[in-house]
């Protein structure tokens, strides 16, 4: 089936002591994201449609500190004044079919960023399916 997915790494290690904007790695990961998604639905004619953000629960203080951190970065993607972007922050039991694709293709990425000289068979099947592969 066709799908396309856009990954972001945040390696907490490489910006623990560095000078960043981003106030939290949810901050950051929301902003490329969303920035990459509001370019893909442009380039696609379709950028005039609410997309929901589906988000997996965590416990109550992160699902506060996400629903913040959206809210402020939504606020650069909107169409006519009208969020372009709903947050929907659901618990694992809803077994999402498109939560626990984007688990299936976290492990091969993350892996690759963290190992690239091994062979990753996982990420080879979908390293054309995913948008902003950069690693340093």
């Known amino acids: 089936a066709d799908f396309y997915t856009i990954a972001h790494i945040t390696d907490k290690r490489l910006i623990e002591n560095s000078a960043h904007w981003f106030t939290s790695s949810y901050q950051e990961a929301f902003s490329l994201g969303l920035a990459q998604v509001s370019l893909m639905l442009d380039k696609a004619n379709e950028g005039n449609k609410l997309v929901h953000i589906i988000a997996e629960a965590r416990g109550q203080l992160e699902n506060k500190e ?71």
């Open 66 to 136: 996400l629903q913040e951190h959206f809210s402020v970065i939504s606020q650069d993607h909107t169409i006519n004044g009208v969020p372009r972007f709903e947050l929907k922050i659901v618990p694992k039991l809803v077994n999402s079919a498109g939560l626990q694709l984007a688990d299936l293709c976290a492990y091969p990425i993350g892996r690759q960023y963290l190992d690239q000289s091994r062979r990753n068979r996982a990420f080879e099947v979908i390293k054309d399916k995913v948008s902003m592969i950069r690693f340093p």
